[in-house]
Nanobody, 115 residues
């Protein structure tokens, strides 16, 4: 069974950086993409960043310019760093993994940006 283990998150002060890590385990035949999404109360789940096979990246508009994503295929892991965090970045952040046959999601980690 494939599982995604997320780490990082918690309370972040405005202007600080956030680092999230996600490691996948289990019978994963081939990873097409990994990344992160987030969902704030009352909002739909939205893309934060994803990185595909070969290194193609996509970023959410709300974090573009202040985010970096990296992926380690040997470790089946993906990491993001968001700089200059804002209160509106408060959300539950979900790790995401896509294979050719299905998508997998982590259980989510709460990130709260507050002074």
């Amino acid at each position: 069974q494939v599982s995604l283990v997320e780490s990082g998150g918690g309370l972040v002060h405005p202007g600080e950086s956030l680092r999230l890590s996600c490691e996948a385990s289990g019978p994963i035949a081939s990873i097409d993409a990994m990344g992160w999404y987030r969902q704030a109360p009352g909002n739909q789940r939205e893309l934060v960043a994803r990185i595909g096979y070969g290194g193609t990246t996509n970023y959410g508009t709300s974090v573009k310019g202040r985010i970096a994503i990296s992926r380690d295929d040997a470790e089946s892991s993906v990491n993001i760093q968001i700089d200059k965090m804002k209160p509106e970045d408060t959300a539950v952040y979900y790790c995401y993994l896509a294979t050719r046959t299905r998508d997998y999601w982590g259980q989510g980690t709460q990130v709260t940006v507050s002074s």
